[in-house]
């Protein structure tokens, strides 16, 4: 009989997460995940198999936080326009809150993995096309219920406000002040009017 895991995986997963997110994949050794993780080398691999499936494990939990927050944006009783504005304040206030000034993950991991590494960026970009999806719905929606002008494309504002997104999560990385974030948000936001 299997000998139970000794240890809670998704807590695992969420600091193994943090460090990747701070210090990139090439830049995290074993050692810094048995710390952060608490586990020894072998626990490590034996319940993960490798830094690199660790690492994917990671990208998987962080995008289904990002990804949870924005379907939010299909469930609100506001207007959808409304929704979409919320979910920008939100994701500013996360930003700010960012000490480290990480970014995002899966912007990080596009910059930091060369483009021959097939897996991991068709796996990005699948990530990434999830939640430009869920813009595109909103903002049909907008324009269906006659909120956004029948002119806008709603297929080339979610992609510009996905650019938007991950351009805020880079920007802050310069540390600008909360009242720059809210301009440059108040600017994106205004492509929609």
Not at 154 to 165: C, H, M, Q, S, T
Request: glycine letters at 4%.
């Amino acid at each position: 009989m299997a000998r139970p895991q000794a240890f809670d995986q998704q807590q695992v997963l969420q600091n193994a997460m943090q460090v990747f997110w701070r210090q990139g994949y090439a830049n995290t050794s074993v050692r810094d995940l048995t710390e952060a993780t608490k586990l020894q080398p072998g626990s490590l691999y034996a319940a993960f198999k490798s830094k690199r499936q660790l690492f994917l494990h990671s990208l998987d939990l962080y995008f289904s936080g990002l990804l949870a927050a924005v379907s939010e944006m299909r469930q609100g009783q506001q207007p959808p326009l409304e929704r979409i504005a919320q979910f920008f304040q939100a994701l500013m206030r996360q930003t700010q809150q960012d000490a480290d000034h990480k970014g995002c993950l899966l912007v990080n991991t596009l910059l930091e993995i060369p483009t021959d590494d097939a897996e991991i960026n068709q796996r990005v970009s699948q990530m990434l096309q999830q939640v430009e999806l869920v813009f595109y719905e909103v903002l049909q929606e907008a324009q269906d219920r006659g909120e956004l002008a029948q002119h806008k494309d709603p297929e080339r504002l979610a992609r510009l406000l996905i650019n938007g997104i991950f351009g805020l999560r880079v920007y802050n990385r310069m540390q600008p002040s909360a009242e720059t974030l809210q301009t440059t948000v108040d600017d994106l936001l205004s492509i929609l009017h």
